[in-house]
């Protein structure tokens, strides 16, 4: 009875290594040897993952019983970042980075950053709004004055534009 109860009471917090998943059960490996493939993942609300196999998987086991078991926190060694105090950051194992520092937010991606609204999207500084690349289109590429147009048949400037929205050629 007793060698049970302390069986029991062992086996409530287990570390496992990942083997497989989905975004809400993992198949995990315990240090012990013992394979899982039913363990609940929890997130914490309005965010969600999917851990990489091999991830590292710290689980409780309600009564002992390891096939009642739940993930509360999955971490990837392979993927972290040094951070000062205070500092939070979200990121993957591909680069993509959302940095929270003392100087602001830092966003790194290495790919095409979307923004999709159905109302309006308001951009508010007290400094300047820059925007710099290949190619910047407004307004899909119409309407936009440089204050650099030249009349064909003076040669002089002849379109009023504005000193606050400026666009390069």
């Known amino acids: 009875m007793f060698?049970?109860?302390?069986?029991?009471?062992k086996n409530m917090v287990a570390i496992g290594t990942v083997t497989g998943s989905s975004t809400k059960v993992l198949q995990?490996?315990?240090?012990?040897g013992k394979t899982n493939d039913r363990i609940k993942r929890l997130h914490d609300y309005g965010f969600m993952s999917h851990p990489k196999v091999g991830s590292r998987a710290y689980n409780l086991f309600l009564g002992g019983v390891m096939?009642?078991?739940?993930?509360?926190?999955?971490?990837?060694?392979?993927?972290?970042?040094?951070?000062?105090?205070?500092?939070v950051a979200m990121l993957d194992d591909k680069g993509n980075l959302v940095?929270?520092?003392?100087?602001?937010?830092?966003i790194t991606s290495l790919g095409s950053v979307e923004v999709n609204a159905k109302k309006d999207v308001t951009v508010t500084?007290?400094?300047?709004?820059?925007?710099?690349?290949?190619?910047?289109?407004l307004n899909d590429g119409s309407g936009v004055i440089t204050c650099e147009s030249i009349c064909?048949?003076?040669?002089?400037p002849h379109v009023d534009g504005s000193s606050t929205v400026l666009a390069g050629k």
């Not at 060698?3 to 009471?9: E, G, T, V, Y």
């Not at 500084?125 to 289109?137: L, P, R, S, T, V």
């Not at 064909?152 to 002089?156: L, M, N, R, Y």
């Open 67 to 87: 096939s009642r078991g739940f993930s509360f926190c999955v971490e990837d060694e392979r993927y972290e970042m040094e951070l000062a105090e205070g500092e």
């Open 99 to 106: 940095h929270f520092t003392e100087n602001g937010i830092s």
């Open 3 to 9: 060698s049970r109860l302390m069986s029991r009471i």
């Open 28 to 32: 995990i490996q315990t240090s012990t």
């Open 152 to 156: 064909p048949f003076t040669g002089s």
């Open 125 to 137: 500084a007290e400094g300047n709004i820059f925007a710099d690349g290949k190619k910047i289109k």
